[in-house]
Structure formats: C-alpha cells, structure tokens
C-alpha cells in the first residue's frame, strides 16, 4: 500500500510538471501570435497583451491583480514601409531594418557608397556637396562607421551634411534597435544585410512613423498571499516587445520575454495552489524595450515598499537550450547569489551561474540601483538566442529546454531564502 502511494504520488507530481511546462507554452504561443503585433504600441499591442496577462493571473488564482497604467512619449512604424533598390523591392525586418528614432521619408534618392579601402572624409563632404550626390543616401559598412564616428555623426545631422540619410550594412539576421521613441532624429538610419548591393543607383523609400505622446501603457501586477506578510518576494518579467515595422511585419518576442512573462505566470499559478512563507508579487513590466519605462514607473512607485522585498528576481529570455545561467546580481542580493550558486551546486541544473557586471540591460536594473536585493536571469548564447530582436523570435523557433531548471532553481530559492 505504502508502495502504491508512493508511486501515485511521483505520478502526480510529473503530471504536475508536465502541466505546468505545457501552461508555459500556451502563455508564449498566446503573446507571440498576431493577435498582439509584437506587443508593441502600434495598434495597442502592448496593452491587448497586458489584459490577457491580467485574465491569466486571476485564472491562476493570484489574490489580487491590478494594472499600473504609466504614460510615455514613443515613435512607432505602424503605417507605410516601403524599400526598393535599383527598382528591387525589400522586404521590412528580413531585407531591412531602422533605427528608433527615425523620421518618416518619402522620394527617390540617388545611392553614394562610401569608399571604404582609400577612406578620405575631404573628399567624403566634398562628393556629398556636388550637385550629383547633393541628397543622396549614403552607404556604408556599419563596423567601419563605427571607426570614423565623428563624421557619420556629421552624416547624421541636418546642419552636418545634405546627404538624405544612411544605409549602414550589417550582419544577417538583422535586429530591430530599441523603441526609446522620445525623440525623433533628423534623418532616418536604414541597416540592411550584406546582401545589399554593391553598386546600386538609386534607393525609393515611402516609410511612415507615428510618433505618440504621451501614450498610455501599464504594468501588471498580480499577488500571491502568503502566511506571513512583513516582507515579500517579487518576481518580473516585461511583456511587451519591439512592436511592429510597417503594416504587416511584426516582432513577435517568443523568447524576448514572452518566455519570462509565461514563466511568471506559472510560477504564480504553483504558489497560488502552495501558500508560500511569504507574501509574492508576480510584475509583468511594459515599456522595457522602450527603455526600461515600467520597472522605472514602478520603482518609483511601488505597491509593496522596496525596503520590504526580501528578494527580486528578474527573468528575460529564458528556457533557452544553452548550459549556463547568465545573472546580474545587485550588491545586497549576493547573499542570496551565494544560495542560489549552493542550489545550482548541489542539483546541477546549470553547468554554471555565470555572474557579469550590473548593467542597464533589463528591469531588475531600476530596483538594483535602489538597492534592493535582486537577481536577473537570462539565457544567451543558446538557439533561441540567435534571432533575439528580429522578426524570427517566432514560437516556431522557441526553445523550452531550461524552463524547467529555472523553475525549480527558483522554487528551492524560496524555500530556502
Ligand atoms: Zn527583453
């Protein structure tokens, strides 16, 4: 009998497992689809997401959710984004890509390519100035820019140069920069892959952006009772994305964070069903590709005291296939960095934790610089990694492997912590 018990009990325990990886899926399919363009702003992707999370949390059984809606200034590429070269058409996110800050731009613009193997800036200006290249677009290898920094800041600005704006080549699959959205620049920056032609005429452009202000966004933030209430964990996770480019291509973030956002939520579901010591707060930021805009928010106003967080643990990009842990810890949370390297020691569910500096990088970075103890695990390096802010961050291409490891490294954390 004892026997039969013992067995039931491992059944259900897997059975547990194996539902909860199977709900982590479903919660990345669901923010990754078309329903949600990326989670971005353009067509209130973001937001759409933001109440379905919402929904999600108050099915898992979390006590309270509520939304902190947050404003900020942001420049979108809902409308027309058009590219052809020579007469070719390019396609939005495969062929090309743009820089956050860029203006809408319409014409047709003669091409002028920088050369790159007798570089001589004189003659650079003076070209650029002749009537044959006065507005044209300037090409040019990124990496190379990157070398004379000065004068392609010069390229960049209106009162620098008459040239249209920059075509800079870079490494395929291309990414799709930040949203940072609160300014628009003067002349738009294009990046297209080393398949663009060498000696093209011509570029016509139609590109439409939208900038918003002052838009209205929020965070989500659902809480799990637990049996004492003077302090409290809090787990985080960004939902929204890098939104769309143009009508019909969007960034759908499978592993940029639906991922972590997925992960939240079941690590909620599994405290809403095992009362923890404590009482846990489960935060799904917005506007973390907009420059960490949400965490900020919150930081600044918190519902649960910043003093009172025992811990904090930040997940971006997670379940990947690569064998090391990527954390960021901040100064008071070592102590619990040394618990979970012991837990990670003992249950080997990461050949390494591999600590790197704090950086600017993802929300735990707002409560770091505030003090609170806090870890930030990301994975890197792994498959899915590969197409981290580009159009192929798919749930087709979406890797699970390390859901699982991060789930019960958590979960004997709290135990223990
Ligand atoms: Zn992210």
């Known amino acids: 009998m004892k026997k039969f018990l013992f067995l039931a009990f491992i059944a259900i325990s897997l059975q547990l497992s194996a539902q909860d990886l199977e709900h982590y899926k479903r919660c990345i399919k669901e923010l990754s689809s078309a329903k949600y363009q990326g989670r971005g702003y353009a067509e209130d992707g973001a937001n759409k997401a933001g109440k379905w999370i919402a929904k999600e949390f108050a099915k898992v059984g979390a006590e309270e959710v509520v939304c902190q809606p ?26 090309f890509t743009l820089r956050e800050f860029n203006p809408g731009i319409k014409g047709e613009f003669k091409l ?6 007798n570089y001589d800036s004189e003659k650079l200006f003076a070209d650029l100035a002749s009537p044959e290249y006065d507005g044209a677009f300037v090409v040019c290898d990124f990496m190379f820019s990157f070398k004379h920094f000065a004068d392609f800041r010069r390229l960049q600005s209106k009162d620098g140069c008459s040239n249209a704006g920059l075509i800079y080549t870079w490494e ?12 628009v620049k003067d002349k738009p920056i294009i990046w297209v892959t080393p398949d663009f032609p060498k000696d093209a005429k011509s570029v016509k452009l139609n590109m439409e952006n939208k900038f918003l202000e002052n838009y209205e966004c929020f965070n989500v ?9 003077d302090s409290c ?9 890098l939104g769309k480019l143009g009508k019909k291509t969007y960034y759908p973030g499978a592993h940029d964070n639906a991922s972590g956002t997925a992960a939240i939520i079941t690590l909620a579901a599994y405290y809403a069903e095992n009362t923890p010591e404590y009482d846990i707060y489960f935060i799904a930021f917005s506007g973390e590709d907009a420059n960490l805009r949400g965490s900020e928010w919150y930081a600044e106003h918190p519902i649960a005291p910043l003093s009172e967080v025992r811990y904090l643990v930040n997940l971006d990009m997670i379940g990947d296939n690569n064998h090391a842990l990527y954390c960021e810890v901040s100064d008071e949370g070592m102590q619990g960095y040394a618990l979970f390297e012991e ?3 003992q249950k080997s569910y990461f050949e390494a934790l591999e600590r790197s500096e704090l950086a600017d990088n993802s929300d735990h970075y707002p409560f770091a610089k505030r003090g609170v103890p806090c870890i930030f695990f990301m994975n890197e390096n792994g498959d899915a990694f590969k197409y981290y802010h580009t159009v192929y961050d ?3 291409n979406a890797i699970f492997d390390n859901y699982e490891p991060t789930f019960n490294l958590i979960k004997e954390f709290i135990e223990r912590y």
Do not use: C
């Open 112 to 117: 002028y390519y920088v050369d790159m193997e």
């Open 394 to 396: 798919t749930w087709e």
């Open 172 to 183: 395929a699959p291309l990414k799709f920069y930040k949203a940072y959205g609160d300014t």
């Open 221 to 229: 933030i659902a809480k799990v009772e637990g049996r004492r209430h």
């Open 343 to 345: 837990i990670n020691t």
């Open 233 to 241: 964990y809090v787990f985080t996770a960004h939902y929204d994305h």
């Open 70 to 95: 947050f404003t900020h200034n942001i420049n979108t590429f809902p409308g027309k984004m058009e590219m052809s070269v020579d007469g070719k058409k390019q396609i939005p996110g495969q062929d």
